[in-house]
């Protein structure tokens, strides 16, 4: 299994930008597909970005499409949510997850959980 760690979280005015970065311990890093998932009370966890093993197949909820970027790097054993332009909407704890099977922006599809790390976007 794989111990994920999820650093990066802060509070930011909108229009500002956060960098998330999630490093992984234990099963080799490589083998995971990766996904960046967002939560407010009250509402389900929801997919932000998903990134295959190879960081060639990348996916992005519509409303993050164009300021979020998601990356990895197998020999940090990292993956990375950079965010910019920032929306009050954009608040949440955020989790890294990691799937044996496939990406997906499906929370089914993760096994290994992150603890989080809280971003507030303030208006």
């Known amino acids: 299994q794989v111990q994920l760690v999820e650093s990066g979280g802060g509070s930011v005015q909108a229009g500002g930008s956060l960098r998330l970065s999630c490093a992984a311990s234990?099963?080799?890093?490589?083998?995971?597909?990766m996904g960046w998932f967002r939560q407010v009370p009250g509402k389900e966890r929801e997919g932000v970005a998903t990134?295959?093993?190879?960081?060639?197949?990348?996916t992005y909820a519509d409303s993050v499409k164009g300021r979020f970027t998601i990356s990895r790097d197998n020999a940090k054993n990292t993956l990375y949510l950079q965010m910019n332009r920032l929306r009050p909407e954009d608040t949440g704890v955020y989790y890294c997850?990691?799937?044996?099977?496939?990406?997906?922006?499906?929370?089914?599809?993760?096994?290994?959980w992150g603890q989080g790390t809280q971003v507030t976007v303030s208006s």
């Open positions: 990134i295959d093993r190879e960081g060639t197949i990348i």
């Open positions: 234990g099963s080799p890093f490589s083998s995971y597909y």
């Open positions: 997850a990691a799937s044996p099977w496939y990406t997906s922006l499906s929370r089914d599809l993760y096994r290994y």
